[in-house]
């Protein structure tokens, strides 16, 4: 066994990494490669700049290089879906993935993200079951979040998203989750009324959308800070920045929040977990990154 201590790659070393765009602001190259130091697995992550019209040559480097898989990121998950080869129930059902591991040049792509975001939800102390949730998004996170929640015991799930290429995917996501959990979903186009309506009448916030994302920080869908109230949760799936305009704007009005930042840990947690068999050391890679 090399000296991982070292981080010295060798012959046998597995490659692992992150396709996405953009992917210079990701932490998870440091995350699973401080794992890997710490369990002493000949493991490394990479994060390599691949937009969805680029994915398919992407997976077939993948293949003709025997990388062990890897993670998709926006604007990917929902190209990955289209792509692998098998697919986890989870991933079957959200209808996007975030994790493909490669077994012998047979891609099984997986979902974590809704995983990871019910438990940095349970791990910022709340406890969402029963609650009511406005979710703005319908792509492949606000899909995982959606589906994890309603099996999870969120009673009620109201979805707001723009008539796009995901509205059909969306309104089929609203009947399996009705069909199949105890909780009531329902689609909504994006409108400031219905919008304003809905986060009225729940508990919490969530938005799982692009928006405000570095670079372009100015961005919000909650164009008015008297649509939210101090009792509401808000979160945001983004974790650069740390603190969006959406949390920003929550945190003014005496919200209570929380942002990406242990989505991620724990969504990276179950991936590190397919691809290697062992459990992330999550305290130690918390205490170093997400402090």
């Not at 765009?21 to 440091?30: G, K, L």
């Not at 040559?57 to 098998?86: H, I, S």
């Not at 591991?101 to 910022?124: C, E, F, P, Q, R």
Request: one cysteine or more.
């Amino acid at each position: 066994m090399a000296n991982i201590n070292e981080f010295t790659i060798t012959g046998k070393t597995k490659v692992l990494c992150l396709f996405g765009s953009p992917v210079a602001h990701s932490i998870s190259p440091m995350m699973h490669n401080e794992a890997f130091k710490l369990l002493d697995i000949d493991y490394r992550y990479f994060c390599f700049d691949v937009g969805e019209n680029n994915l398919e040559q992407a997976f077939a480097a993948m293949r003709l290089f025997d990388f062990r898989g890897c993670n998709c990121t926006m604007p990917d998950k929902n190209r990955a879906y289209e792509l692998v080869d098998k697919l986890s129930p989870e991933a079957k059902i959200i209808g996007a993935c975030n994790t493909i591991v490669n077994d012998n040049g047979i891609l099984t792509g997986h979902n974590t993200d809704g995983k990871g975001y019910m438990l940095s939800a349970k791990d910022a102390g709340f406890d969402l079951t029963g609650s009511t949730m406005t979710l703005m998004g319908a792509g492949g996170a606000a899909t995982a979040i959606a589906v994890q929640a309603a099996f999870d015991g969120v009673k009620n799930i109201n979805i707001f998203s723009i008539k796009d290429q995901f509205w059909g995917r969306a309104e089929n996501l609203i009947k399996e989750i009705n069909a199949n959990t105890n909780c009531n979903a329902k689609l909504f186009e994006f409108n400031d009324d219905d919008l304003r309506e809905s986060i009225k009448n729940s508990d919490i916030l969530t938005n799982a959308t692009s928006v405000g994302m570095a670079p372009n920080v100015d961005g919000c869908l909650i164009k008015d800070k008297s649509m939210l109230r101090s009792d509401l949760i808000v979160s945001d799936i983004i974790y650069n920045p740390r603190k969006t305009k959406l949390i920003t704007m929550a945190e003014e009005v005496g919200c209570k929040t929380f942002n990406g930042m242990y989505m991620l840990l724990y969504q990276g947690a179950e991936a590190f977990r397919i691809w290697t068999g062992e459990d992330m050391p999550t305290e130690e890679i918390k205490k170093k990154y997400f402090s």
